[in-house]
């Protein structure tokens, strides 16, 4: 069954920190680029990080730029995305999502329709 699952969403005050992880099942993510997106009330999804299938290239929005690291764990199965200094404008659930790229060619995209498979989402909530 192929499926992406992410966790490590929670309440945390202003100025923490959190780790989200986005799970490969039924496929091998090390072939994909993967995309972090997010969703806050009221708003539209907002694409927040991405990483290429290869040669580790990365791209942050602008709005999470020297707060958030994205980063992989091939031998996990893994992408992760590492936030910092929180605020409460990042509060939204978090969904990532993959994109099929092969072993060949570096792909990293920021436009969702590229993306294959997407996970539920986890819940980030800033709050004091």
């Known amino acids: 069954q192929v499926q992406l699952v992410e966790s490590g969403g929670d309440l945390v005050s202003p100025g923490g920190s959190l780790t989200l992880s986005c799970t490969a099942s039924?496929?091998?993510?090390?072939?994909?680029?993967v995309g972090w997106f997010r969703r806050a009330p009221g708003k539209e999804r907002e694409g927040v990080s991405y990483?290429?299938?290869?040669?580790?290239?990365?791209y942050y929005g602008d709005s999470v730029k020297e707060r958030f690291t994205i980063f992989r764990d091939n031998a996990k199965n893994r992408v992760y995305l590492q936030m910092n200094s929180l605020k409460p404008e990042d509060t939204a659930v978090y969904y990532c999502?993959?994109?099929?790229?092969?072993?060949?060619?570096?792909?990293?995209?920021?436009?969702?329709?590229?993306?294959?498979?997407w996970g539920e989402g986890t819940q980030v909530t800033v709050s004091s």
């Open positions: 990483i290429s299938n290869r040669d580790n290239g990365k």
């Open positions: 999502a993959a994109d099929w790229a092969g072993d060949t060619t570096v792909v990293i995209t920021t436009n969702s329709n590229d993306y294959d498979f």
């Open positions: 039924g496929f091998t993510l090390q072939y994909y680029a």
